[in-house]
């Protein structure tokens, strides 16, 4: 499966889209905005060792370590649309996503605490 590259503007839009949206996104805002930051999550985090879902929407694998190559990742992190939206945004902590059940999480690197919310390059650096 190819990876989908996604510009930093790309990823601006769909954080703001999910932030200023007054009422709930609709399904096709909702998809682009997951999508959109799941993808920019692999990008700056490369790596198989973790797999993020957030069905039906997306799924990434991202983080540097172990990697597997059959049946079930030993790490697991999956939640809802808008669960993930509001990680991104910061507008909800990791550790309370999780306390809440919000976020399923399982295997010794599925913390995905110091990822989220989303950081964004400055917009001159370079994306590489």
Request: proline share 7%.
């Amino acid at each position: 499966m190819a990876r989908r590259i996604v510009t930093r503007d790309q990823v601006v839009e769909a954080i703001a889209l999910a932030r200023d949206a007054v009422d709930p996104l609709d399904a096709a805002g909702t998809r682009t905005a997951v999508r959109a930051t799941l993808a920019w999550i692999a990008q700056v985090h490369p790596g198989r060792s973790v797999e993020i879902r957030v069905p039906p929407q997306g799924a990434v694998q991202a983080i540097e370590g172990p990697r597997h190559t059959r049946g079930t990742p030993p790490n697991v992190v999956e939640m809802n649309a808008a669960t993930w939206l509001s990680l991104v945004t910061g507008e909800l902590a990791w550790a309370q996503a999780v306390a809440d059940g919000r976020v399923r999480a399982s295997g010794s690197r599925a913390d995905l605490s110091g990822v989220l919310p989303l950081q964004l390059p400055a917009e001159n650096q370079d994306e590489g």
